[in-house]
């Protein structure tokens, strides 16, 4: 079997994470568009343009079923993609349900890109969500995600100044929880906690992607397990541009969570 991960950058490996513990033996196909990355200042027609040209490569590549695993994209492109699509497409928006069960007091703060804070499609999830324009507030983090991609010696570093002087005085003392509306942000929950401070819960959407893949997929998953993850993985990477260095770095993000590439070519084309 054969997944199509699609994400601006390596963000979305924190998605590839969470699909590889159910779904373990399958082979991974990542496509990272660096060549256009940050989508969340670029405009809707932009993104969509992009994500079908990454789609059209995942349909060559014979891939069983693609996920969207970059909020700003699914937000953008999924519902003209899933229109015409081949394969199933199962797209990633933030875990505000989870966030507003889990929390039934508060408010619940949203970080996420410009594009994804201003689509329709987060409109019409708060909308159908009980609290949810109520008690959700959006924050759009511009430049964070470019910073987490850099994954330069003082990445870490320049993302808490960031957390410190754009999403902590946006923080309110009745603030209970903050979704993640993008997948990059998943590589520095431990520093959103660490600004916003150790009793606030930090959710994102990526095990309910994956348990939706298995779903569309007809793969049973047991209800409130997360499995393991696996030491070993069938993973292929692609990058539209610096494939090489984008390729190391995300070999390095992997095996920091304890999942080793197989040895095979890093492109299936």
């Known amino acids: 079997m054969r997944i199509g991960i699609f994400d601006s950058g390596i963000g979305g490996l924190s998605t590839l994470l969470s699909c590889l513990r159910y ?3 399958a082979h ?3 496509y990272g568009d660096s060549a256009h990355a940050p989508y969340g200042d670029k405009s809707p027609a932009q993104v969509r343009e992009w994500t079908e040209a990454a789609y059209a490569w995942f349909i060559a590549a014979g891939v069983d079923a693609v996920v969207l695993a970059c909020n700003t994209a699914t937000s953008a492109a999924v519902a003209p ?3 015409r699509a081949d394969v199933p497409i199962i797209g990633i928006e933030p875990a505000i349900k989870k966030a507003l069960e889990d929390h039934p007091q508060g408010e619940i703060l949203l970080l996420a890109t410009a594009v994804t804070v201003s689509g329709v499609k987060l409109q019409e999830l708060l909308g159908r969500l009980e609290g949810g324009p109520e008690r959700v507030r959006p924050l759009a983090c511009s430049g964070l995600a470019e910073i987490v991609e850099t994954q330069d010696a003082q990445w870490r ?4 100044r960031y957390l410190q002087a754009q999403v902590r005085p946006a923080q309110q003392q009745d603030t209970r929880a ?6 990059h942000y998943c590589w520095i929950d431990d ?6 401070g150790g009793d606030i819960a930090v959710v994102d959407g990526n095990d309910g992607v994956a348990r939706q ?13 997360m499995p393991p993850l696996p030491g070993h993985a069938r993973i292929s990477l692609h990058f539209t541009s610096d494939n090489d260095v984008k390729s190391h770095l995300a070999r390095q993000l992997l095996a920091a969570s304890g999942v080793r590439m197989d040895s095979q070519p890093d492109s299936p084309l």
Do not use: M
């Open 23 to 25: 779904l373990p033996d």
């Open 28 to 30: 991974y196909l990542f």
């Open 81 to 83: 993609l899933r229109e």
């Open 157 to 160: 570093e320049r993302a808490s």
């Open 178 to 183: 903050v979704v993640l509306g993008c997948t």
């Open 191 to 196: 520093l959103i906690r660490d600004v916003l």
């Open 213 to 225: 893949l298995c779903h569309r997929l007809d793969i049973p998953t047991e209800t409130g397990v």
